[in-house]
């Protein structure tokens, strides 16, 4: 008896703790437990393709097709009818029905579109004809045929004779582009260009200008030395890391390279022209150019060269560095690129006018091509059996002139060079020129008498107050 009630009691005890294992599983795999051999369920899909369906199909399709045909073939014989009423002529009910809008054949009424979900109205798109418009006869053939005269072959053109090389960094390939634009009217100067970016002259092992510049004499001609150099040179050299940059080792060692350099040029006697080194936006580094101006400044001179001073031209009223300023022609544009150090293009042009003015000093241009060069002219004398002058044709260009060129006279020297004086008079000191007696800037009263020494000028009578 004892062991059938403890088996009842067991029996009753077997499901609630089954119940609490699977409510602990529950409570740390989650909320939701998962059941990963489930199958999955598959629902079915209902296709119209049955037997029935299809044929119902079939059935609509031919009656359509039938209603259309029908409807087809009644207008084909209206049209036919129209057409052979037309080409009888005359005023009967045709034209009437033209003119006023006749009455069409009634559409079949068995027959009405398509409302269900599967209809689709298919409309033939209206073929659109385009017309190509009539060729225009060009212009050149309704007018007469007209023989060109015969032009003389252009000279060639002169090989150029005065070169200018451009020696230094980046800034000096900017720089030589500002001067091949700057002398532009001057056919005979050409620009040579011996840079290097990110070079100076304290890092020889990358860059040797000294070189570089025998090399470039060895190889040609140069009229004329332009250096701009310096802005890569603020570290210290390679052989003396103890000497800080602008210290007095530093500037001893950096007067050295800079003699070096402008010793090929002046072995050959060949004028040098040194560009001083233009403000920069930091502050520190403009501090640095002005003492490195300084320095070529006192080395340039002492080599018979001419040192060029851009400082004034690229800052503001305080003297600060000012990227955006007035150009060659007056209008302000940004001068100086977004790095603060290099130039843009008309910066670059603005600084080659420093240059360039330095340059003009002593540049002897050549004397301009003569007119009877220029192509479409000729002074010789007229043939005895020429055409009258009506009948010949115009020339196809006139005599050819430079506008930018500076106006010289015969024999090359500018105008009013041979009277420095008063130029110096008027511009320098400021002080108007002598009038002439009887001119209209002759105010003095009495008038001053005339060039044969009679008052010729005086009044007949005194003024009236």
Known sequence: MTR????????????????????GASAQDGVYQRRYYDPPRVERRYYDEDERYVQQRLRAIRRDSAVLRREAERRAAYEAAQREQSRRGGFGVPFLQRLFGGSRPEADERWSARTDPG??????KPKRIRRRPPEATPAAALLPAVTPPEVAAAPPAAPPSTFVVVIGDSIADGLAGGLTEAFVDAPDVAVKRVTKPNAGLVRGDYYDFVAAARQTLDEGPATYAVFDVGVNDRQPFLDMRDAAPLSPRWKERYAQRIDALLAPFKERKIPIYWVGLAPSESVRASSDHTALNALARERVEAAGGTYVDVWEGFVDEAGDYAAVGPQLDGQTAKLRLDDGVHFSKAGARKLAHYVEQEIRKVYTPKPAVPADAV?????????????????KPKPLAGPLMVLTAPRTTQGGALLGSGSPAAAETLLVRGEAPSPTPGRLDDHRWPAAAGPDGDASAKPDAAPRP
């Open 119 to 124: 209809a689709v109205e298919v409309r033939p």
């Open 4 to 23: 059938l009630v403890r088996w009842l009691l067991l029996a009753l005890i077997a499901p609630f703790a089954s119940l609490a294992a699977s409510s």
């Open 375 to 391: 192509a479409g002219t000729t002074t010789d004398a007229p043939e005895p059996n020429a055409p009258p002058l009506a009948a």
